[in-house]
């Protein structure tokens, strides 16, 4: 399962930034401007992971915080403060109102990436495992490289999360409609014929020479990674 992770921050440019990085590693993404619609919506579903910026419209990032660990379909979210107030009794109190992490702002992308990787690494481990093997394909999601019997396959971004999401799966037929939320996510809006396209052109990457084919086409229903080969 694609790890989920819902960025609740006012600053469009920054939502953007953050969506733009953690989809390019794999993420599925959900970024809310406010507050109190971060609070419905999490009464609705729950990510595996939540950055929460301090100051937001609506109710502040702290509060959000307080009452998501006072409900315990929330009480383990794991989650990261995004703020401007980098004095220490800030970091405290965000620490006490029950953050597990908290990065001042400016801050460094990958090193937020990297606190994303270890946070989820601790609480989810079954979604966040490094290396996908599958027959004689391996796929490295810390270095996004592929290999087929150690040969490197080059692959776009957009043929890697949909590789992964396929491989952490193998046997599950997959619509393309949810190959959509799970590799381009709710928010993109692409005609399905897109998901066609970008199969062709796994294909073409991964099924180089005279080599089985582990991309599955199930008529009438969509694509799975075929589970006997991952059992090969």
């Known amino acids: 399962m694609t790890p989920r992770v819902m960025i ?15 989809e390019a590693e794999g993420y599925a993404v959900e970024v809310v401007t406010r507050g109190d619609d971060a609070e419905m919506r999490l009464l609705e579903t729950v990510p595996d992971l939540l950055l929460l910026d301090w100051m937001l419209p609506g109710i502040s990032g702290i509060e959000l915080c307080r009452r998501l660990r006072a409900r315990d379909a929330t009480r383990t979210l794991p989650v990261i403060m995004l703020t401007a107030r980098g004095e220490e009794q800030e970091r405290i109190r965000g620490l006490a109102t029950g953050a597990d992490d908290y990065v001042v702002k400016p801050f460094s992308v990958p090193e937020l990436m990297a606190r994303v990787r270890a946070m989820l690494r601790r609480s989810k481990p079954e979604v966040i495992a490094s290396l996908l093997k599958a027959g004689d394909i391996e796929l490295d999601r810390e270095t996004h490289r ?87």
């Open 146 to 232: 592929v290999r087929r019997s150690g040969r490197e396959l080059h692959l776009g971004p957009t043929e890697f999360r949909l590789l992964e999401y396929l491989m952490k799966s193998p046997g599950r037929v997959f619509s393309r409609e949810q190959l959509l939320d799970g590799v381009w996510g709710r928010d993109v809006y692409v005609d399905e014929r897109t998901v066609d396209v970008h199969i062709g052109r796994l294909r073409k990457a991964v099924n180089r020479g005279r080599v089985k084919d582990p991309i599955r086409t199930v008529r009438g229903s969509g694509y799975s990674f075929d589970d006997q080969f991952a059992m090969a």
């Open 8 to 22: 609740v921050e006012d600053e469009e440019a920054l939502g953007l930034l953050l969506r733009y990085n953690l």
